[in-house]
């Protein structure tokens, strides 16, 4: 078998992290089950809020829910929230937001290259210029 076969036909395992939301526990939700995105998840959320400075719709307003609405998992392993709920959720209280947003970030590798809003902006300049193919 090709590896580029066996790379494709191999089921994908997200990484996952249970973080603590004790301020939730009195409507059962002590903690939460937050998972790594596919890769394609992640490019579609950085470019939801890409596309939403862009167009001056508030692009920072919710985008820690945003992320977390399509990351927390629910205990039969669904998806715990649909893309609506990010605006409700986004006026939950900022530090249990902050903390399951830092599991995100330890789980997806967005480190301090990426802006607040996980689109990589901090060093505008620090882009690849080097005019190396990313298809390999």
Known sequence: ?????????????LATEQVPTPEWADVGIADMTIREMTSLELDRWQMDC?????????????????????CALDDDGSKMFQESDASWLALKGASVISR?????????????????????????????TSGASATG
Not at 1 to 13: N, Y
């Open 1 to 13: 078998m090709r590896k580029r076969d066996a790379l494709k036909g191999r089921p994908e395992k």
């Open 50 to 70: 890409h596309e939403k400075k862009r167009k001056k719709l508030g692009g920072k307003l919710a985008f820690r829910a945003s992320a977390i609405v399509r």
């Open 100 to 128: 399951i947003f830092a599991a995100i970030r330890r789980l997806n590798n967005l480190d301090d290259d990426d802006s607040e809003d996980g689109t990589p902006e901090k060093n505008p300049s620090a882009s690849d």
